[in-house]
């Protein structure tokens, strides 16, 4: 299996600012997805026998704490991806905090 973690499409800034993605997506070649995807990201939810049911559980908890949105959906090439938007994408190199 690979895994690829890339930009999402640019979107337009203020004048000066250049574009900057919207966010990132994790995208693997495995099997794919189920067809219900509500409860993918249910604590205890799993469709393997060794699995726990927490691990995108905890990846949704991660992302709402830093003020981003996940989403499943399917890969380009048949397996899963997971998108990430909605993430403050610096672009002279240093880091950013986002206010609640």
Same mark, same amino acid.
């Given at each position: ?25 994790? =995208?693997? #070649? /495995?099997? @794919? $997805?189920?067809?219900?995807? &509500?409860?993918?990201?249910?604590? +205890?939810? *799993?469709? %393997? !026998? =060794?699995? #726990? /049911?927490? @691990? $995108?559980?905890?990846?949704? &908890?991660?992302?709402?704490?830093? +003020?981003? *949105?996940? %989403? !499943?959906?399917?890969?380009?090439? @048949? ?22």
């Amino acid at each position: 299996m690979t895994v690829t973690v890339g930009p999402l499409e640019r979107k337009p800034q203020s004048a000066g600012s250049g574009d900057r993605p919207d966010g990132f997506y994790v =995208e693997d #070649t /495995g099997p @794919g $997805l189920p067809t219900d995807r &509500e409860s993918l990201f249910e604590f +205890g939810h *799993t469709t %393997a !026998a =060794e699995g #726990t /049911g927490f @691990g $995108l559980a905890i990846v949704e &908890e991660i992302a709402e704490a830093h +003020g981003w *949105t996940v %989403a !499943a959906c399917d890969g380009d090439d @048949g397996g899963a991806r997971f998108e990430f938007r909605d993430v403050i994408v610096p672009t002279d190199g240093t880091t950013s905090t986002r206010s609640t």
